[in-house]
T-cell receptor
């Protein structure tokens, strides 16, 4: 598809388990962002990649959260020892860079994580 | 990035113009004003952005005051499908570590039949 793809769309897990959420950005987009959104709140920034490297990970709440983008395309958000408070919709976005770039972020539909 | 202030909600009648206000009194000279919207259960969608001139595209118009301390997003003929949360965001130029978008709570627009 032409848009940002996120899998799984829904994930239910038990407290203490490990979870991986995947993001396929728009082809050619060098910038990739992870956000999470709790009910009634705006999206909260987690981390931003430029290519393979994390340019800004200031939003990761603690060391249980980690994200990788080894080849500069697909990214995986990893959450260890999940807690009930991690329940949220995790949104991924990508954007292009270079001349003419408007700075627009293209968001996926999100992965809804529920920790029981 | 500068903080923005938006009222929590507003409504308008279908077919009428919806004018969504945003205050950003601490905006810096090189910061852009972006608007996104989020329809229920979907990811945010880009609408429009501007620096100091008014902008218009197929979705909306953006009016920025001369002192740049506030702006208004105008949906000229609101439809029921425009019911969504609208986020006004001030953002540094898209370079380096400052290119993230910082979302507030936004304004919930309800379009009534």
């Amino acid at each position: 598809g032409a848009g940002v793809s996120q899998t799984p769309s829904n994930k239910v897990t038990e407290k203490g388990k490990y979870v991986e959420l995947r993001c396929d950005p728009i082809s050619g987009h060098t910038a990739l962002y992870w956000y999470r959104q709790s009910l009634g709140q705006g999206p909260e920034f987690l981390i931003y990649f430029q290519g393979t490297g994390a340019a800004d990970d200031s939003g990761l709440p603690n060391d249980r959260f980690f994200a990788v983008r080894p080849e500069g395309s697909v990214s995986t958000l990893k959450i260890q020892r999940t807690e009930r408070g991690d329940s949220a919709v995790y949104l991924c976005a990508s954007s292009g860079t270079g001349t003419g770039n408007t700075g627009e972020l293209f968001f996926g539909e999100g992965s809804r994580l529920t920790v029981l | 990035d500068a903080k923005t202030t938006q009222p929590p909600s507003m409504d308008c009648a279908e077919g009428r113009a919806a004018n969504l206000p945003c205050n950003h009194s601490t905006i810096s000279g090189n910061e852009y004003v972006y608007w996104y919207r989020q329809i229920h259960s979907q990811g945010p969608q880009y609408i429009i952005h501007g620096l100091k001139n008014n902008e218009t595209n197929e979705m909306a118009s953006l009016i920025i005051t001369e002192d740049r301390k506030s702006s208004t997003l105008i949906l000229p003929h609101a439809t029921l499908r425009d019911t969504a949360v609208y986020y006004c965001i001030v953002r540094s130029p898209s370079t380096g570590a400052n290119s993230k978008l910082t979302f507030g709570k936004g304004i919930t627009l309800s379009v009534r039949p």
